[in-house]
């Protein structure tokens, strides 16, 4: 099992930045993806972005393309997801997860992911 913790987020208006970060502790996988998803209130919880490990690829919801980049630090435990130009509608809670059987075609499926974080609220508001 691998652990994951975020954090980095906060209260930010309408235009900001926020950094999250996710930091993966004991057992860890060099195979498969990492990603971000989100839940607001009352509605499912869906992909934001991803990065598959073994093609180094990145995959983006369309609603964050060009706004938000997810990336790794040199020790592969750490995950990123710069937001930039944050809207209302990105308030919700972000989650990290890890999959080391995910392979490209399910990297947006969340089922297909095996360890979760506990979340960060991230509100976006005037």
């Known amino acids: 099992q691998v652990q994951l913790v975020e954090s980095g987020g906060g209260l930010v208006q309408p235009g900001g930045s926020l950094r999250l970060s996710c930091t993966a502790a004991g057992r860890t996988f060099s195979s498969g993806a990492m990603a971000w998803f989100r839940q607001a209130p009352a509605k499912d919880r869906e992909f934001v972005a991803a990065?598959?490990?073994?093609?180094?690829?990145?995959y983006y919801a369309d609603s964050v393309k060009g706004r938000f980049t997810i990336s790794r630090d040199s020790s592969k435990r750490t995950l990123f997801l710069q937001m930039n130009n944050l809207k209302s509608e990105d308030t919700a809670v972000y989650y990290c997860a890890v999959g080391p059987g995910v392979i490209t075609s399910t990297v947006r499926t969340g089922s297909a992911y095996g360890s979760w974080g506990q979340g960060t609220q991230v509100t976006v508001s005037s």
């Open positions: 990065i598959h490990r073994t093609a180094s690829s990145t």
